[in-house]
């Protein structure tokens, strides 16, 4: 048996451990990789936290990126040192606009 309240200790421990969120512009990350493949930025990330979901988030303004087509992003740990999860998206971040990116990593049961 696993407690609400274990899975909202770990969510938040989760939480303050990941520091950083990087995106790349080429292959997706691999469960072997401390760092995202092909990356083209790691910012810190903004945390916010809904229950057991924790969601990083960064901010791309109207002059960073323009012309990169992104295709993976990865979320970072251990003093912005390892890439602890990461998937793939692909999006052109074109001029003129911003986009947010956003990482949900689910604390549950299974």
């Known amino acids: 048996m696993v407690s609400d309240k274990l899975l909202t200790f770990v969510a938040l421990e989760l939480s303050a451990e990941i520091t950083h ?13 401390v760092l995202l493949p092909d990356e083209v930025l790691r910012k810190t990330a903004n945390s916010y936290l809904d229950g057991v979901e924790v969601i990083k988030e960064i901010y791309l303004d109207e002059t960073e990126l323009n012309g990169t087509t992104l295709k993976s992003a990865g ?24 986009l947010t990116i956003s990482v949900e990593i689910t604390v549950g049961r299974e």
């Open 21 to 33: 969120l990087g995106v790349g512009d080429g292959a997706a990350p691999d469960v072997d990789d």
């Open 75 to 98: 979320v970072y740990g251990n003093g912005n040192t390892e890439m602890y999860a990461g998937g793939t998206f692909e999006v052109l971040k074109q001029a003129g606009e911003s």
